[in-house]
T-cell receptor
Framework: GAVVSQHPSWVICKSGTSVKIECRSLDFQATTMFWYRQFPKQSLMLMATSNEGSKATYEQGVEKDKFLINHASLTLSTLTVTSAHPEDSSFYIC??????????????FGPGTRLTVL | AQTVTQSQPEMSVQEAETVTLSCTYDTSESDYYLFWYKQPPSRQMILVIRQEAYKQQNATENRFSVNFQKAAKSFSLKISDSQLGDAAMYFCAYRTSGYSTLTFGKGTMLLVSP
Protein backbone atom coordinates (compact mmCIF):
# COMPACT_ATOMS: atom_id res chain seq x y z
CA GLY A 1 0.00 0.00 0.00
CA ALA A 2 0.80 3.73 -0.02
CA VAL A 3 2.17 3.89 -3.55
CA VAL A 4 2.79 7.19 -5.27
CA SER A 5 3.50 7.37 -8.98
CA GLN A 6 4.88 10.14 -11.15
CA HIS A 7 4.68 10.64 -14.88
CA PRO A 8 6.78 11.10 -16.85
CA SER A 9 9.91 9.72 -15.25
CA TRP A 10 12.12 11.72 -17.61
CA VAL A 11 11.28 14.57 -19.93
CA ILE A 12 13.40 16.63 -22.28
CA CYS A 13 11.98 19.85 -23.63
CA LYS A 14 13.05 22.93 -25.51
CA SER A 15 13.56 26.24 -23.79
CA GLY A 16 10.37 28.27 -23.70
CA THR A 17 7.97 25.36 -23.70
CA SER A 18 5.82 24.17 -20.80
CA VAL A 19 6.01 20.77 -19.17
CA LYS A 20 3.42 19.04 -16.99
CA ILE A 21 4.35 16.46 -14.37
CA GLU A 22 1.68 14.27 -12.78
CA CYS A 23 1.71 12.85 -9.28
CA ARG A 24 -0.81 10.17 -8.35
CA SER A 25 -1.58 8.33 -5.16
CA LEU A 26 -2.49 4.87 -6.43
CA ASP A 27 -4.07 3.16 -3.46
CA PHE A 28 -5.04 5.93 -1.10
CA GLN A 29 -6.57 9.36 -1.06
CA ALA A 30 -4.27 12.27 -0.47
CA THR A 31 -5.75 15.58 0.58
CA THR A 32 -2.26 16.98 0.77
CA MET A 33 0.58 16.50 -1.69
CA PHE A 34 4.01 18.08 -1.76
CA TRP A 35 6.38 19.06 -4.52
CA TYR A 36 10.14 19.03 -4.04
CA ARG A 37 13.08 19.91 -6.17
CA GLN A 38 16.41 18.14 -5.83
CA PHE A 39 19.71 19.14 -7.39
CA PRO A 40 22.46 16.54 -7.85
CA LYS A 41 23.94 15.34 -4.57
CA GLN A 42 21.80 17.75 -2.60
CA SER A 43 18.85 17.47 -0.29
CA LEU A 44 15.20 17.91 -1.15
CA MET A 45 13.93 21.45 -1.29
CA LEU A 46 10.22 21.90 -0.68
CA MET A 47 8.63 23.97 -3.42
CA ALA A 48 4.97 23.93 -2.48
CA THR A 49 2.22 22.22 -0.57
CA SER A 50 -0.79 21.22 -2.62
CA ASN A 51 -4.19 20.82 -0.99
CA GLU A 52 -7.08 19.23 -2.84
CA GLY A 53 -9.61 21.79 -3.98
CA SER A 54 -7.63 24.84 -2.93
CA LYS A 55 -4.68 26.91 -4.02
CA ALA A 56 -1.20 25.63 -3.38
CA THR A 57 1.02 27.16 -0.74
CA TYR A 58 4.40 28.06 -2.16
CA GLU A 59 7.64 28.28 -0.24
CA GLN A 60 9.51 31.53 -0.17
CA GLY A 61 11.48 32.13 -3.33
CA VAL A 62 9.43 29.79 -5.51
CA GLU A 63 7.79 31.55 -8.46
CA LYS A 64 4.08 30.80 -8.41
CA ASP A 65 3.57 31.81 -12.03
CA LYS A 66 6.40 29.60 -13.21
CA PHE A 67 5.53 26.48 -11.24
CA LEU A 68 1.79 26.00 -11.51
CA ILE A 69 0.31 23.42 -9.19
CA ASN A 70 -3.15 21.93 -9.49
CA HIS A 71 -4.65 19.42 -7.06
CA ALA A 72 -8.04 18.78 -8.60
CA SER A 73 -8.75 15.38 -7.08
CA LEU A 74 -7.84 13.34 -4.04
CA THR A 75 -5.45 11.22 -6.08
CA LEU A 76 -3.87 13.61 -8.55
CA SER A 77 -1.68 16.68 -8.33
CA THR A 78 0.09 18.25 -11.29
CA LEU A 79 3.10 20.53 -11.53
CA THR A 80 3.44 22.57 -14.70
CA VAL A 81 6.74 24.26 -15.39
CA THR A 82 5.85 27.16 -17.65
CA SER A 83 8.24 28.70 -20.15
CA ALA A 84 10.97 26.35 -19.05
CA HIS A 85 14.60 27.42 -19.17
CA PRO A 86 17.82 25.41 -18.73
CA GLU A 87 18.09 26.53 -15.10
CA ASP A 88 14.80 24.71 -14.42
CA SER A 89 16.51 21.43 -15.23
CA SER A 90 16.34 19.36 -12.10
CA PHE A 91 14.82 16.33 -10.41
CA TYR A 92 11.28 16.94 -9.22
CA ILE A 93 9.76 14.71 -6.57
CA CYS A 94 6.23 14.61 -5.22
CA UNK A 95 4.96 13.10 -2.01
CA UNK A 96 1.58 12.50 -0.48
CA UNK A 97 0.12 11.99 2.97
CA UNK A 98 -2.21 9.07 3.51
CA UNK A 99 -4.69 10.73 5.82
CA UNK A 100 -6.86 7.63 6.11
CA UNK A 101 -4.26 5.87 8.20
CA UNK A 102 -3.05 6.43 11.70
CA UNK A 103 -0.58 7.95 12.14
CA UNK A 104 -1.08 10.46 9.39
CA UNK A 105 2.32 12.01 9.67
CA UNK A 106 4.08 9.86 7.10
CA UNK A 107 4.77 11.09 3.61
CA UNK A 108 5.13 8.63 0.76
CA PHE A 109 7.25 9.68 -2.15
CA GLY A 110 6.93 9.26 -5.88
CA PRO A 111 9.88 8.00 -7.94
CA GLY A 112 10.68 11.48 -9.24
CA THR A 113 10.82 13.16 -12.64
CA ARG A 114 14.02 14.23 -14.28
CA LEU A 115 13.49 17.41 -16.30
CA THR A 116 16.08 18.48 -18.86
CA VAL A 117 15.55 21.78 -20.64
CA LEU A 118 17.65 22.32 -23.74
CA ALA B 1 12.72 27.76 12.38
CA GLN B 2 13.51 24.11 12.68
CA THR B 3 16.80 22.85 11.33
CA VAL B 4 18.16 19.36 10.78
CA THR B 5 21.89 18.73 10.68
CA GLN B 6 23.66 15.70 9.34
CA SER B 7 27.35 16.23 10.00
CA GLN B 8 28.61 13.22 8.06
CA PRO B 9 28.56 13.80 4.29
CA GLU B 10 29.77 10.25 3.70
CA MET B 11 30.19 7.06 5.70
CA SER B 12 31.67 3.70 4.79
CA VAL B 13 30.95 0.27 6.19
CA GLN B 14 31.79 -3.29 5.30
CA GLU B 15 29.18 -5.91 4.72
CA ALA B 16 27.86 -7.49 7.91
CA GLU B 17 29.25 -4.67 10.02
CA THR B 18 27.31 -2.03 11.93
CA VAL B 19 27.25 1.67 11.12
CA THR B 20 25.67 4.66 12.83
CA LEU B 21 24.53 7.78 11.01
CA SER B 22 24.19 10.97 13.03
CA CYS B 23 21.44 13.55 13.01
CA THR B 24 20.76 16.50 15.25
CA TYR B 25 17.91 18.94 15.08
CA ASP B 26 16.88 22.22 16.55
CA THR B 27 13.35 22.94 17.64
CA SER B 28 11.39 24.65 20.36
CA GLU B 29 8.47 22.27 19.94
CA SER B 30 7.76 19.43 22.35
CA ASP B 31 5.64 17.29 20.04
CA TYR B 32 7.09 16.27 16.71
CA TYR B 33 8.10 13.37 14.50
CA LEU B 34 11.49 12.29 13.19
CA PHE B 35 12.20 10.16 10.17
CA TRP B 36 15.01 8.50 8.30
CA TYR B 37 14.54 8.19 4.56
CA LYS B 38 16.75 6.22 2.19
CA GLN B 39 17.39 7.36 -1.38
CA PRO B 40 19.16 4.69 -3.46
CA PRO B 41 20.61 5.37 -6.93
CA SER B 42 17.11 4.99 -8.38
CA ARG B 43 16.32 8.19 -6.39
CA GLN B 44 13.09 6.72 -4.99
CA MET B 45 12.71 8.00 -1.43
CA ILE B 46 11.99 5.12 0.92
CA LEU B 47 10.89 5.49 4.53
CA VAL B 48 13.28 3.57 6.76
CA ILE B 49 12.03 4.37 10.23
CA ARG B 50 10.00 6.93 12.15
CA GLN B 51 9.97 8.09 15.77
CA GLU B 52 7.36 10.02 17.71
CA ALA B 53 8.93 12.49 20.11
CA TYR B 54 6.51 11.60 22.89
CA LYS B 55 7.67 7.98 22.87
CA GLN B 56 10.68 7.24 25.00
CA GLN B 57 11.24 3.85 23.42
CA ASN B 58 13.57 3.87 20.45
CA ALA B 59 12.01 2.73 17.19
CA THR B 60 13.32 -0.39 15.47
CA GLU B 61 12.64 -1.92 12.08
CA ASN B 62 14.48 -5.18 11.53
CA ARG B 63 18.17 -4.24 11.08
CA PHE B 64 17.47 -0.54 11.52
CA SER B 65 17.18 1.14 14.89
CA VAL B 66 17.42 4.65 16.22
CA ASN B 67 18.94 6.24 19.27
CA PHE B 68 16.59 9.07 20.13
CA GLN B 69 17.92 11.49 22.72
CA LYS B 70 15.23 14.13 23.10
CA ALA B 71 17.08 16.36 25.55
CA ALA B 72 20.15 16.37 23.35
CA LYS B 73 18.00 16.71 20.19
CA SER B 74 19.82 13.82 18.64
CA PHE B 75 18.38 11.11 16.39
CA SER B 76 20.96 8.66 15.08
CA LEU B 77 20.31 5.66 12.84
CA LYS B 78 22.04 2.36 13.43
CA ILE B 79 22.21 -0.17 10.64
CA SER B 80 23.20 -3.65 11.78
CA ASP B 81 24.49 -6.46 9.56
CA SER B 82 24.97 -4.02 6.69
CA GLN B 83 24.14 -5.26 3.22
CA LEU B 84 25.20 -4.07 -0.22
CA GLY B 85 21.63 -2.96 -0.82
CA ASP B 86 21.90 -0.52 2.06
CA ALA B 87 24.19 1.68 -0.02
CA ALA B 88 22.29 4.90 -0.55
CA MET B 89 21.89 8.50 0.53
CA TYR B 90 20.19 8.69 3.91
CA PHE B 91 18.18 11.74 4.91
CA CYS B 92 17.08 12.63 8.40
CA ALA B 93 13.82 14.57 8.50
CA TYR B 94 11.73 16.40 11.06
CA ARG B 95 8.07 17.31 11.17
CA THR B 96 6.19 19.28 13.79
CA SER B 97 3.02 17.65 15.04
CA GLY B 98 0.02 19.24 13.38
CA TYR B 99 2.10 20.72 10.58
CA SER B 100 2.60 18.68 7.50
CA THR B 101 5.84 19.76 5.89
CA LEU B 102 9.11 17.93 6.38
CA THR B 103 12.46 19.56 7.05
CA PHE B 104 15.33 17.51 5.66
CA GLY B 105 18.98 17.33 6.54
CA LYS B 106 21.60 17.49 3.81
CA GLY B 107 22.03 13.74 3.76
CA THR B 108 24.72 11.17 4.41
CA MET B 109 25.98 8.97 1.61
CA LEU B 110 26.50 5.43 2.87
CA LEU B 111 28.97 3.27 1.00
CA VAL B 112 28.94 -0.48 1.62
CA SER B 113 31.92 -2.58 0.60
CA PRO B 114 32.03 -6.37 0.25
Amino acid sequence: GAVVSQHPSWVICKSGTSVKIECRSLDFQATTMFWYRQFPKQSLMLMATSNEGSKATYEQGVEKDKFLINHASLTLSTLTVTSAHPEDSSFYICSARDTSKTPTDTQYFGPGTRLTVL
Amino acid sequence: AQTVTQSQPEMSVQEAETVTLSCTYDTSESDYYLFWYKQPPSRQMILVIRQEAYKQQNATENRFSVNFQKAAKSFSLKISDSQLGDAAMYFCAYRTSGYSTLTFGKGTMLLVSP
